[in-house]
């Protein structure tokens, strides 16, 4: 079974300044994807940034980029000039790319990253 | 709109009382999934189900029941035999491995 394993339950950033949330995984799989979400005080899931297993190249979206590697088995998400609103949990997440998987096309969340901005 | 909607958002629960929380989609997903959330334990998968009529357990389904009658729908109920069900619930959906899985809003449920 693949597991998700966040090694810091609280993080914090200055305002405008840049951090690196940590995620290693487990897993017997080369197909995969990987995932980070967002949950604001609101408790709604957001989708931050995915990570197709077999790209080489680190995803990006806008002020959110990921440092992956696949032999280490690290997925981190660094946040560059954070803002008041980045300031939420970050959940780190797994699923097999493998059709007809017995288990589904499930997400396998980590423990979470509690983020907080200093202005 | 399309999205997920779980309701109530908070329920309340006496002690030996089933409850069910309500999941509806109107995204078209075929795939379904609750999710169970304690504080520093992340998401915990509880049942998801593929298709309409089939649904399989996850890592934590004992104490809980689930049915998918409509593609639409997806109910999860806790029974008086899940011993420590206070929790934050969510139901989430999705088409395929890639694609974004979309969240409901989340369930709060607490025993009285």
């Given at each position: 079974a693949q597991t998700v394993t966040q090694s810091q339950p609280e993080m914090s950033v200055q305002e405008a300044e840049t951090v690196t949330l940590s995620c290693t995984y487990d897993t017997s799989e080369s197909d995969y994807y990987l995932f980070w979400y967002k949950q604001p005080p609101s408790r709604q899931m957001i989708l931050v940034i995915r990570q197709e297993a077999y790209k080489q190249q680190n995803a990006t979206e806008n002020r959110f980029s990921v440092n992956f590697q696949k032999a280490a088995k690290s997925f981190s998400l660094k946040i560059s000039d954070?803002?008041?609103?980045?300031a939420a949990m970050y959940f780190c997440a797994y699923r097999s790319a493998r059709s007809g998987e017995t288990s589904g096309s499930r997400l396998t969340f980590g423990e979470g990253t509690q983020l907080t901005v200093n202005p | 709109d399309g999205g997920i909607t779980q309701s109530p958002k908070y329920l309340f629960r006496k002690e030996g009382q089933n409850v069910t929380l309500s999941c509806e989609q109107n995204?078209?997903?075929d795939a379904m999934y609750w999710y169970r959330q304690d504080p520093g334990q992340g998401l915990r998968l509880i049942y998801y189900s593929q298709i309409v009529n089939d649904f399989q357990k996850g890592d934590?389904?004992?104490?809980y029941s689930v049915s998918r009658e409509k593609k639409e729908s997806f109910p999860l109920t806790v029974t008086s035999a899940q011993k420590n069900p206070t929790a934050f619930y969510l139901c989430a959906s999705h088409t395929g491995p890639y694609t974004e899985a979309f969240f409901g809003q989340g369930t709060r449920l607490t025993v009285v």
């Open positions: 954070s803002q008041l609103g980045d | 995204l078209n997903h934590i389904a004992e104490g």
